[in-house]
């Protein structure tokens, strides 16, 4: 088991050993050196370890910086996606305006050839656009009035169309 006693405490123990059971320099000596190398020892562990952890800590900043990139590059992807798909909408609904716009012009053009072929039938003008109102003029002349059967069918395909 690594002995976790701090540093000062060993060197102070090895000191009082070495006055108690070796007041003789060469031995005393030989005591301190071996407390400095153990002091040695646990500084060279205390400097790898903190090696480790800074390229522990290196990894994890670049593990988190690419993912950051990679969160970006993905945003600006998808950002890409939905302007396109914008777009898309936008064509499509102009397109179906468009389409819409046109079928309506369409109709107005058929319902206006349908309005004449009417009014030809008409049995109030005959497709004259006027009509015998009843009367006359004193002088025998008969008096005719503008026929409303085409005004009808217009005004009847413009709440339709
Ligand atoms: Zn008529």
Not at 83 to 98: C, I, V, Y
Not at 134 to 156: M, N
Request: net charge negative; aromatic share 4%; glycine share 6%.
């Amino acid at each position: 088991m690594a002995d976790t006693r701090p540093l000062w405490m060993l060197v102070r123990e090895a000191f009082e050993v070495t006055e108690h059971y070796a007041p003789e320099p060469p031995l005393r000596d030989k005591l301190v050196g071996i407390a400095l190398d153990y002091a040695d020892a646990k500084n060279a562990a205390a400097r790898a370890e903190v090696e480790r952890l800074t390229k522990e800590r290196d990894e994890a900043t670049a593990t988190v910086e690419l993912v950051n990139s990679n969160n970006l590059t993905l945003a600006a992807e998808l950002a890409g996606w939905k302007q396109a798909a914008r777009q898309m909408e936008a064509e499509r609904d102009e397109a179906r305006a468009a389409l819409e716009a046109y079928g309506r012009e369409k109709v107005r053009e058929g319902m206006r050839w349908a309005a004449e072929i009417i009014r030809g039938c008409c049995p109030e003008c005959q497709g004259t656009g006027v009509r015998d109102s009843g009367g006359a003029q004193p002088w025998g002349e008969p008096i005719t009035v503008p026929c409303d059967c085409a005004d009808a069918i217009l005004a009847g395909m413009e709440t339709i169309v």
